[in-house]
């Protein structure tokens, strides 16, 4: 067979030079949960613990994973932290604190700290303090460049990368229909957070109370991490 030389990203370099120099005592099976229901999940979940939803309809469309990373309780509910692109109407990505169960809209979802094995993670309020100071910083969207996998993994472990669309990268593939599901997917639309066949007037009402529960949160959130 003919030899492909492939030359790698430059974000591939620095990963091979972390990749495999943390021995983390545990299995990756132990980091790993089963796919879970949220209210199944959330007893197994620690602050800073990698959390993904699967491919399917709302974020992160049918062929890509949303990544986010658990932020913890506020008034007795949980929230994550991510990157995404919550209503039609915003015209830019943002990172903010959101209710996991209304990203999950339903679907199953699971703690996914699989890189720990090869990868130390920082302690957890460096991982959180890192998430709020990139949340108050902001940062541009990029499929390629910074998505909601390089996020969670810059504040975790101290390295941007995401495994989801390197190897499109490298291999020199075409990522136009990936790009197009997620741009056309990575949001919290109003069909799910309103809830099905509801009117638009109660569809309206929730949008209000997500965005102000989502206030809430982000200021106990960024009291509690940005020091």
Not at 30 to 39: A, F, G, R
Not at 50 to 77: C, D, K, Q, S, T
Not at 134 to 161: M, P, S
């Amino acid at each position: 067979a003919e030899k492909i030389d492939v030359i790698p990203d430059p974000r591939m370099r620095i990963r091979s030079r972390l990749w495999g120099q943390h021995k983390s005592k545990m299995s990756s099976r132990d980091l790993v949960t089963p796919w879970l229901s949220v209210n199944k999940l959330i007893p197994l979940l620690q602050q800073g613990d990698r959390i993904v939803f699967g491919p399917g309809e709302g974020i992160g469309g049918v062929f890509a994973r949303h990544w986010a990373l658990y932020a913890g309780m506020h008034n007795g509910v949980p929230y994550l932290i991510h990157l995404y692109k919550w209503d039609g109407q915003q015209q830019d990505y943002e990172i903010l604190y959101d209710k996991v169960a209304d990203v999950a809209a339903g679907r199953l979802v699971r703690r996914d700290n699989s890189m720990d094995v090869r990868m130390k993670p920082f302690q957890v309020d460096r991982i959180m303090h890192e998430a709020e100071k990139t949340r108050k910083e902001g940062r541009a969207y990029d499929l390629l460049q910074y998505n909601c996998e390089h996020f969670v993994n810059g504040c975790r472990y101290g390295v941007e990368i995401s495994e989801q669309v390197e190897p499109a990268q490298v291999l020199g593939k075409s990522v136009n229909v990936l790009q197009s599901s997620i741009s056309t997917n990575f949001r919290i639309s109003l069909s799910f957070s309103s809830g099905g066949g509801s009117s638009n007037s109660s569809g309206s009402r929730r949008q209000k109370q997500m965005v102000e529960d989502r206030m809430a949160a982000t200021d106990a959130f960024a009291l509690k991490f940005g020091g």
